[in-house]
Nanobody
Framework: QVQLVESGGGLVQAGGSLRLSCAAS????????MGWFRQVPGKEREFVAT????????YYADSVKGRFTISRDNPKNAAYLQMNSLKPEDTAVYYC?????????????????WGQGTQVTVSS
């Protein structure tokens, strides 16, 4: 079993920045791809970004490309999402997840373990 815990969410003004962290316990994630998703009440969970097991490959949703950066620290068993130039439409609950797939995965079904989520609110 793997437990994922997100932190770093909060309230920020438009144009501001936040850095989300995802701490894993129970098993090393150094061989897993990591992803970030977000969800607004009443809408489906949306892919945000993913990073492969080594950190050598990343992929982003068009809506966040150039503003968000995903990274990971395998020795610390952690992943991160640096969010810059935040917009009100980025407001959502953000989830980190791990996937056993070797390739880039943007579908939530590809991810096995999920955190409980952290709220990000961007005011205009």
């Amino acid at each position: 079993q793997v437990q994922l815990v997100e932190s770093g969410g909060g309230l920020v003004q438009a144009g501001g920045s936040l850095r989300l962290s995802c701490a894993a316990s129970g098993r090393t994630l150094s061989s897993s791809n990591m992803g970030w998703f977000r969800q607004v009440p009443g809408k489906e969970r949306e892919f945000v970004a993913t990073i492969n097991w080594s950190g050598s490959s990343t992929y982003y949703a068009d809506s966040v490309k150039g503003r968000f950066t995903i990274s990971r620290d395998n020795p610390k068993n952690a992943a991160y999402l640096q969010m810059n130039s935040l917009k009100p439409e980025d407001t959502a609950v953000y989830y980190c997840a791990s996937s056993p797939m070797r390739g880039i995965a943007t579908e939530s079904l590809a991810y096995t373990y999920w955190g409980q989520g952290t709220q990000v609110t961007v005011s205009s």
